[in-house]
Protein backbone atom coordinates (compact mmCIF):
# COMPACT_ATOMS: atom_id res chain seq x y z
CA UNK A 1 0.00 0.00 0.00
CA UNK A 2 1.08 3.46 -0.74
CA UNK A 3 0.08 6.90 -0.03
CA UNK A 4 1.39 10.13 -1.97
CA UNK A 5 1.02 13.17 0.14
CA UNK A 6 0.35 16.45 -1.72
CA UNK A 7 1.73 19.34 0.87
CA UNK A 8 0.73 22.09 -0.75
CA UNK A 9 -2.89 21.39 -1.15
CA UNK A 10 -3.36 19.72 2.44
CA UNK A 11 -4.39 16.31 1.26
CA UNK A 12 -3.19 12.97 1.53
CA UNK A 13 -4.12 10.30 -0.89
CA UNK A 14 -4.11 6.34 -0.43
CA UNK A 15 -3.98 4.80 -3.82
CA UNK A 16 -6.32 2.03 -2.67
CA UNK A 17 -10.13 1.84 -3.37
CA UNK A 18 -10.13 3.92 -0.40
CA UNK A 19 -8.86 7.75 -0.42
CA UNK A 20 -7.88 9.88 2.76
CA UNK A 21 -8.50 13.26 3.31
CA UNK A 22 -6.17 15.17 6.02
CA UNK A 23 -7.02 18.68 7.45
CA UNK A 24 -4.20 20.15 7.98
CA UNK A 25 -5.68 23.40 9.60
CA UNK A 26 -7.78 20.78 12.39
CA UNK A 27 -4.73 18.55 12.51
CA UNK A 28 -6.54 15.83 11.69
CA UNK A 29 -7.55 12.93 8.96
CA UNK A 30 -10.18 11.34 7.91
CA UNK A 31 -10.68 7.69 6.25
CA UNK A 32 -13.54 7.22 4.10
CA UNK A 33 -13.97 3.84 5.75
CA UNK A 34 -15.10 2.20 8.93
CA UNK A 35 -11.65 2.28 10.40
CA UNK A 36 -9.99 4.81 12.20
CA UNK A 37 -5.85 6.58 12.33
CA UNK A 38 -4.26 8.40 14.97
CA UNK A 39 -1.95 10.45 14.71
CA UNK A 40 0.79 11.66 16.84
CA UNK A 41 2.55 15.10 15.93
CA UNK A 42 5.02 14.96 18.30
CA UNK A 43 6.70 11.65 16.76
CA UNK A 44 5.55 13.19 13.12
CA UNK A 45 4.02 9.65 12.71
CA UNK A 46 0.48 8.07 12.04
CA UNK A 47 -0.48 4.64 13.28
CA UNK A 48 -3.40 2.91 11.67
CA UNK A 49 -5.57 0.70 13.99
CA UNK A 50 -5.85 -2.32 11.89
CA UNK A 51 -3.40 -5.26 11.25
CA UNK A 52 -1.01 -2.81 9.09
CA UNK A 53 0.58 0.70 10.50
CA UNK A 54 1.60 3.54 8.65
CA UNK A 55 4.39 5.73 9.50
CA UNK A 56 4.82 8.94 8.01
CA UNK A 57 7.63 11.55 8.04
CA UNK A 58 6.46 14.97 7.94
CA UNK A 59 10.75 16.05 6.96
CA UNK A 60 11.21 13.90 4.36
CA UNK A 61 7.36 13.49 2.66
CA UNK A 62 7.51 10.13 2.06
CA UNK A 63 6.27 6.41 4.16
CA UNK A 64 8.59 4.28 5.59
Not at 3 to 24: A, N, P, Q
Amino acid sequence: MHIVSHGKKGKMYKEREDTYRFLWEEGKMYKEREDAYRFSWEEGKMYKEREDTYRFSWGERKNV
